[in-house]
């Protein structure tokens, strides 16, 4: 009875423990984002100029269709989150 006893305090404690790291490390991402953990005025409205996404096919990844990586394979144009995504999905196709 007695190890059964000590077996769920040691689980409370550590969910506790649990909770207190994740706010801690909450607190100091949003202390050294600053600002709030919000994006600054000048990138929200840069976020994509067409508002179209595009998915990689490597990676199934969306990204903005106008910062994507572009590469034509025949006659269709593919759109990637990188260059190693791209080169990726392109040496897959050639083999």
């Given amino acids: 009875m ?10 409370i404690a550590l969910a506790i423990l649990r909770m207190l790291v994740n ?5 100091v991402s949003r202390a050294f ?5 919000q994006a600054p ?7 994509a100029s067409n508002g179209r996404f595009v ?3 490597q990676t199934g990844a969306f990204v903005d269709e106008d910062s994507a990586i572009k590469a034509r394979v025949g006659e269709k144009v593919f759109y990637f989150e990188s260059e ?7 040496r897959k196709q050639r083999a």
């Fill in 2 to 11: 007695r190890g059964i006893i000590l077996l769920v305090l040691t689980v």
């Fill in 23 to 27: 706010d801690v490390t909450r607190a």
């Fill in 33 to 37: 984002k600053g600002n709030g953990g």
């Fill in 41 to 47: 005025p000048q990138q929200a409205t840069e976020r």
């Fill in 55 to 57: 998915r990689d096919p």
């Fill in 84 to 90: 190693s995504s791209r080169d990726a999905y392109l």
